[in-house]
């Protein structure tokens, strides 16, 4: 039997994606919970603006289709503004924080 590794063949964008597709699976699948909140930390930051956009259309239909809630952060302000720009808070219940440091 052959050992078959991701890695050899997919690039780092593509593992984030399978990654982001189990994790989010599970989380969204998860029905005993108090709340239903998912938390994610920088979640594309290998990524190229063709997974960039993919990911934030995936949050737009978690958005649309579940009844849950996403915190997420980022230090990539390129993921920020495209995230910003498509769940504008004119039409959706988001709220996006804006941490700039202060520099002296």
């Not at 050899?8 to 699948?29: C, D, H, I, K």
């Not at 005993?32 to 960039?52: C, E, G, Q, R, Y």
């Not at 737009?60 to 952060?73: L, N």
Request: charged fraction near 20%.
């Amino acid at each position: 039997m052959d050992l078959y590794r991701p890695e050899w063949y997919f690039s780092m964008a593509q593992l984030n994606t399978v990654a982001f597709s189990s994790f989010f699976g599970r989380a969204l699948s998860t029905n005993n919970l108090a709340f239903k909140t998912i938390f994610v930390d920088d979640p594309i930051s290998h990524s190229d603006n063709m997974n960039v956009l993919g990911f934030s259309d995936m949050i737009w239909s978690i958005i649309e289709s579940m009844d849950c809630q996403i915190i997420m952060s980022t230090h990539d302000r390129k993921i920020y503004n495209i995230l910003r720009r498509k769940l504008d808070d004119q039409y959706y219940s988001s709220c996006f924080i804006d941490l700039v440091k202060n520099i002296k």
